[in-house]
């Protein structure tokens, strides 16, 4: 018998034999006259043709992580991943604390001088087991406010209570607290402070802030300002100069850009009249 099949390539035929070859017991295909190697009999193709293992589908990309692609399997892989890489219970409250200052200092714009005076105030906190018991935020946002004075920063716990969503006698109770367990002693608040951020807030001139913070001055040297509140006393203050200075600034618009009640502007504001001799803060005509 003889087979006669064309390569691909366009080479010569092929001869098989019919008979076998002597102790195989396989069919010998003969090309040119010469016997196929053992090696290459059967039907695996040859090594230089065998084609390549190659991976179907590519890496998996990691899943997005959040409410709807987590389910309870992601929720306690990220969970253990969390507690893996914070050994201790401490090193785990640091990392929330941390988080939370990070956030409240980034919403209210806090220096990073005052932010370093937080965590160094919350490290102290923690190591004298003030935290055990107690939230974490609200003893973040009590030690921001602590910076926040020990610095003299011009901020109220109201403006930290309302980025913090905690609620302000929360915070106050834990600022107590700190002052009293950890002996930290608060500088005097200053009114003259508070007088740029209230000015800023409601458009008033440099001659008006001058004025009113020379109206403070005097009010420090005669002890009036003792026990009131600095915001107040600088809103009261402001809004007398924006009279001698006859720039038109209600008690209402004061009132909001200090964060105030309008009763108090006027209480402070009547005070000051009747204390203070007026006549040296207006401005001599020429």
Same mark, same amino acid.
């Given at each position: 018998?003889?087979?006669?099949?064309?390569?691909?390539? %366009?080479?010569?035929?092929?001869?098989?034999?019919?008979?076998?070859?002597?102790? +195989? $017991?396989?069919? /010998?295909?003969?090309?040119? %006259?010469?016997?196929?190697?053992?090696?290459?009999?059967?039907?695996?193709?040859?090594?230089?043709?065998?084609?390549?293992?190659?991976?179907?589908?590519?890496?998996?990309?990691?899943?997005?992580? $959040?409410?709807?692609?987590?389910? =309870?399997?992601?929720? +306690?892989?990220?969970?253990?991943?969390?507690?893996?890489?914070?050994?201790?219970?401490? /090193?785990?409250?640091?990392?929330?604390?941390?988080?939370?200052? &990070?956030?409240?200092? &980034? #919403?209210?714009?806090?220096? @990073?001088?005052?932010?370093?005076?937080?965590?160094?105030?919350?490290?102290?906190?923690?190591?004298?087991?003030?935290?055990?018991?107690?939230?974490?935020?609200?003893?973040?946002?009590?030690?921001?406010?602590? =910076?926040? @004075?020990?610095?003299?920063?011009?901020?109220?716990?109201?403006?930290? =209570?309302?980025?913090?969503?905690? /609620?302000?006698? /929360?915070?106050? @109770?834990?600022? +107590?607290?700190?002052?009293?367990?950890? %002996?930290?002693?608060?500088?005097?608040?200053?009114?003259?402070?508070?007088?740029?951020?209230?000015?800023?807030?409601?458009?008033?001139?440099?001659?008006?802030? @001058?004025?009113?913070?020379?109206?403070? %001055?005097?009010?420090?040297?005669?002890?009036?300002?003792?026990?009131?509140?600095?915001? $107040?006393?600088?809103?009261?203050?402001?809004?007398? =100069?924006?009279?001698? !200075?006859?720039? !038109?600034?209600?008690?209402?618009?004061?009132?909001?850009?200090? &964060?105030?009640?309008?009763?108090?502007?006027?209480?402070?504001?009547?005070?000051?009249?009747?204390?203070? !001799?007026?006549? #040296?803060?207006?401005?001599?005509? $020429?």
């Amino acid at each position: 018998m003889k087979v006669t099949c064309a390569h691909a390539d %366009g080479m010569e035929p092929f001869r098989v034999s019919e008979e076998p070859t002597e102790g +195989r $017991g396989e069919v /010998d295909p003969v090309h040119g %006259g010469g016997e196929v190697p053992r090696q290459r009999q059967g039907f695996d193709p040859p090594a230089h043709r065998r084609p390549q293992r190659r991976r179907v589908l590519g890496p998996l990309p990691w899943l997005p992580v $959040g409410r709807v692609a987590e389910g =309870a399997p992601m929720l +306690r892989l990220k969970k253990w991943q969390i507690r893996s890489s914070c050994q201790s219970s401490v /090193d785990r409250n640091l990392a929330q604390a941390m988080s939370g200052l &990070d956030r409240l200092t &980034d #919403r209210l714009h806090v220096p @990073r001088a005052v932010k370093e005076q937080a965590a160094v105030i919350y490290r102290r906190a923690l190591k004298e087991g003030l935290v055990r018991g107690r939230s974490i935020l609200t003893m973040v946002a009590a030690s921001l406010y602590a =910076a926040l @004075r020990v610095t003299r920063t011009p901020m109220t716990l109201s403006e930290i =209570a309302r980025v913090s969503t905690i /609620d302000e006698k /929360d915070i106050s @109770r834990s600022y +107590r607290i700190l002052i009293r367990e950890l %002996g930290l002693h608060m500088p005097v608040q200053r009114a003259q402070l508070n007088v740029p951020k209230i000015a800023s807030k409601v458009e008033v001139g440099e001659e008006a802030q @001058r004025r009113a913070i020379e109206i403070l %001055g005097e009010a420090d040297r005669l002890k009036i300002t003792i026990g009131k509140d600095p915001m $107040g006393l600088a809103a009261s203050a402001l809004y007398m =100069a924006c009279i001698i !200075n006859e720039e !038109n600034r209600t008690q209402k618009v004061l009132a909001e850009a200090a &964060d105030v009640t309008e009763v108090t502007i006027r209480n402070r504001y009547t005070e000051l009249k009747r204390v203070l !001799n007026l006549d #040296r803060f207006k401005p001599e005509r $020429g």
